[in-house]
C-alpha cells in the first residue's frame, strides 16, 4: 500500500491512498495505536509479549508536532511529550482504520 499524500487537519491524520481511498486517523487513536516496543509491548522468541502497563498519557501525548514519511512504505509520527519511535507502517494503518 502507498500514500500519495498525508495531511495533519486539526486532530486528525488525512491519508490518501494509491488505491483511491482516503482514511482519516484521530490523532488519539493513532498515538495508542503506537507500534513502538514501548507502547506496543516486546516479543521474546518464544512469544511472550511484554508490554508496559497501560500509561497515564499528558494531553501533549496526542498533540501531533509533525510527521515524516519512511521509505515509502510507513509514516514516522513525532508527538508533542517528546515521542517519537512509533513507524506506523501503511498496511498497518489500512487495518487500524479497518479496525
Ligand atoms: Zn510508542
Redo the contacts with the bound molecule.
Keep these: 500500500m502507498r500514500a500519495l499524500d498525508i495531511q495533519h487537519i486539526g486532530s486528525e491524520l488525512a491519508i490518501r491512498w494509491a488505491d483511491g481511498g482516503e482514511n482519516f486517523f484521530p490523532l488519539e487513536k493513532l ?1 495508542r495505536a ?7 509491548g516486546e516479543v521474546d522468541i518464544l512469544g511472550n509479549v511484554y508490554k508496559n502497563p497501560d500509561k497515564v498519557l499528558a494531553p501533549a501525548a496526542f498533540e501531533l508536532r509533525r510527521f515524516v514519511p519512511v521509505g515509502g512504505y510507513a509514516v514516522q509520527l513525532f508527538w508533542g511529550d517528546g ?4 513507524i506506523f507502517a501503511f498496511d498497518y494503518l489500512k487495518r487500524l482504520a479497518a479496525a
Design positions: 498515538r503506537c507500534p513502538c516496543a514501548g507502547c506496543s515521542h517519537n519511535s512509533g
